[in-house]
């Protein structure tokens, strides 16, 4: 078994006309740290949101963690649970569940979906709160927290479903400035944890930080990848320059 956590080969997507994603392809060691940059519209939250078929591709073979799927194939509602459960997902908007309390909303997964023991999974929601600086909150509601705060939230409700790679969609995109660094510092402690992690990201400053692999997208595939001083600091295509030009250096 090889040691990538995630394996993608000639991803496929379209929404009707629109080709999104033109044969992707590309791997995930496990324990490192991809981010996905690039200009919108270039593929890049299609590509992560297929990591987890939440946009199921038309096309393609994908492993993450210990299940693969041949998405050319017909695939069960079974397989289909079984992949998802590899990976957790952390959304630009939080979705969380405005009716339940911050340690609802971490507990609500292992509970329903893995029906693991309510005691056990309420100790481990309870320190997975403590480590994004939230065990103080556990008995609020969503609408009592900041959006920094509420993002965190989500991280610790990824977590808690115990995945083999957590998937990030621009993590910091509807926050405020001020509160984007509290966000930040907790991915960047899971980095230094060993979580193997994908990031779709408009911090380019914090790609480099915290990257070991950077994908840049456009129109529908992977136009330069390497570490971050490959592609954000010497990038090789045209493209990736202008893109970073525009994002660090804007009017």
Do not use: C
């Not at 963690?65 to 194939?73: L, N, Q, R, Y």
């Not at 609020?140 to 990824?158: C, E, F, N, T, W």
């Not at 083999?164 to 402690?189: M, N, Q, Y």
């Amino acid at each position: 078994m090889t040691d990538n956590r995630i394996d993608a080969r000639d991803i496929r997507k379209s929404f009707g006309d629109n080709d999104v994603l033109k044969g992707i392809s590309f791997t995930v060691p496990s324990g490192t740290v991809t981010t996905i940059v690039g200009p919108s519209g270039s593929g890049k939250t299609t590509l992560l949101r297929s990591l987890n078929a939440l946009d199921r591709p038309d096309a393609g073979v994908v492993r993450v963690g210990d299940v693969e799927i041949d998405f050319d194939s017909h695939v069960s509602d079974a397989k289909l649970r079984e992949y998802r459960a590899q990976s957790g997902m952390v959304f630009q908007s939080h979705n969380l569940f405005p009716h339940k309390t911050v340690l609802g909303n971490v507990t609500e997964g292992p509970l329903v979906v893995q029906r693991r023991s309510a005691e056990k999974v309420r100790a481990e929601a309870i320190d997975l709160l403590d480590r994004v600086g939230l065990a103080d909150k556990r008995d609020q509601y969503p609408d009592q927290l900041s959006g920094g705060q509420q993002q965190r939230v989500g991280i610790a409700r990824a977590l808690a479903l115990q995945p083999k790679v957590v998937l990030f969609d621009e993590p910091t995109s509807a926050l405020d400035p001020e509160l984007v660094g509290e966000v930040l510092a907790v991915i960047r402690d899971l980095a230094v944890e060993g979580w193997t992690l994908v990031i779709v990201t408009h911090e380019i400053q914090f790609a480099r930080q915290v990257s070991d692999q950077v994908l840049f997208t456009d129109r529908g595939v992977i136009l330069e990848r390497g570490t971050p001083a490959q592609v954000l600091d010497n990038p090789r295509e045209e493209r990736t320059r202008q893109f970073l030009d525009r994002i660090l250096n804007p009017l």
